[in-house]
């Protein structure tokens, strides 16, 4: 049975950091691109960066230089690192694990709410 499973969510102030992490079970994590997206209310999911088996990372523009994505493949977690938190990235915040090659699959976590208020 495949798990994804988020943690670290919470309420921080404006210009504050947070670490997400996301626990994996029931994949071959090294072969997997690992993502985090996130949703806020009434909008669509977004993505907001994502890290490939080979370990190159790609990042949504309105998170560049303030969030950093890592896997540790022994650990089969990833994490997001997020500082100088906004308002404006209150969201929940999903993990995905994904697998290009034939045969394809993806999976998803179940979410962990991130509130950035004073």
């Known amino acids: 049975q495949v798990q994804l499973v988020e943690s670290g969510g919470g309420l921080v102030q404006p210009g504050g950091s947070l670490r997400l992490s996301c626990a994996t079970s029931?994949?071959?994590?090294?072969?997997?691109?690992m993502g985090w997206y996130r949703q806020a209310p009434g909008k669509q999911r977004e993505l907001v960066a994502r890290?490939?088996?080979?370990?190159?990372?790609t990042y949504a523009d309105s998170v560049k230089g303030r969030f950093t994505i890592s896997r540790d493949n022994a650990k089969s977690t990833v994490y997001l690192q997020m500082n100088s938190l906004k308002p404006e990235d209150t969201a929940t915040y999903y993990c995905?694990?994904?697998?290009?090659?034939?045969?394809?699959?993806?999976?998803w976590g179940q979410g962990t709410q991130v509130t950035v208020s004073s």
């Open positions: 029931g994949i071959i994590f090294s072969i997997y691109t």
């Open positions: 995905n694990a994904e697998k290009v090659v034939r045969p394809t699959s993806e999976y």
């Open positions: 890290i490939f088996s080979g370990g190159s990372t």
